[in-house]
């Protein structure tokens, strides 16, 4: 069955610091494959997605991310985190039309 | 200008109580989705609308659950008999309905089942 895996709940890190939150799936065909952050008592807000094309796709707000295929992951990457950044973040894939499987997300805190 | 509405923000039922929740989607969203995402999990599917008619329910949990869209703009979740299990943030989602297309979420609706 198709499966979102992100493996940290928590993540912490200093302001300025780099990140990486992870996220591994399982699906059988060429996946399509999102990344939402969702703030304490808000939606959630789409970051980034790979459909097809550059596996190094960037998206809003600085975030960027990789596809790899041979790793089935798809870990996002921010250079430089700003206290604002600090939210809960969702890694997901497409399993139909629009239809999408959700991992269980990563608390990012960022310290001062 | 608005984005995705959802109401009422907050919801507490007693057990086997029945609760309405709506879902305003963006004006000319052709697809809508509801979702359910518990305490520290992530969103879960429950059922899909395109226009007026519903083309996926398969995440309903159960039969207590309907949703109806019989417009193809607002839709209603409802949850009949309510359990302490459906306790839960319910979220919509809507887009225009291309296979690239962002889904644009509403801010939620807690439900919380005492």
């Known amino acids: 069955a198709q499966s979102v895996t992100q493996p940290d709940i928590h993540i912490t890190v200093s302001e300025g610091a780099s990140l990486e939150l992870r996220c591994n799936y399982s699906y059988g065909a060429t996946p399509y494959l999102f990344w939402y952050v969702q703030s304490p008592g808000q939606g959630l807000q789409l970051l980034l997605k790979?459909?097809?094309?550059?596996?190094l796709v960037q998206g809003i707000k600085g975030f960027e991310a990789e596809f790899k295929r041979s790793q089935s992951s798809f870990n996002l990457r921010k250079p430089s985190v700003h206290w604002s950044d600090a939210a809960e973040y969702f890694c997901a894939v497409a399993v139909g039309f629009q239809k999408l499987v959700f991992g269980t997300g990563t608390r990012l805190l960022v310290s001062p | 200008g608005a984005g995705v509405s959802q109401s009422p923000r907050y919801k507490v039922a007693k057990r086997g109580q029945d609760v309405a929740l709506r879902c305003d989607p963006i004006?000319?969203?052709?697809?809508l989705f509801w979702y359910q995402q518990a305490l520290g999990q992530g969103p879960e599917f429950l059922t899909y609308f395109q226009n007026e008619a519903q083309l996926d329910k398969s995440g309903l949990p159960s039969d207590r659950f309907f949703a109806e869209r019989p417009e193809g703009s607002v839709s209603t979740l409802k949850i009949q008999r309510t359990q302490q299990e459906d306790s839960a943030v319910y979220l919509c989602?809507?887009?225009?309905?291309?296979?690239?297309?962002?889904?644009?979420f509403g801010n939620g609706t807690r439900l919380t089942v005492t």
């Open positions: 790979y459909f097809s094309g550059d596996t």
């Open positions: 989602a809507s887009s225009v309905g291309q296979a690239n297309s962002p889904l644009h």
């Open positions: 004006s000319g969203h052709v697809s």
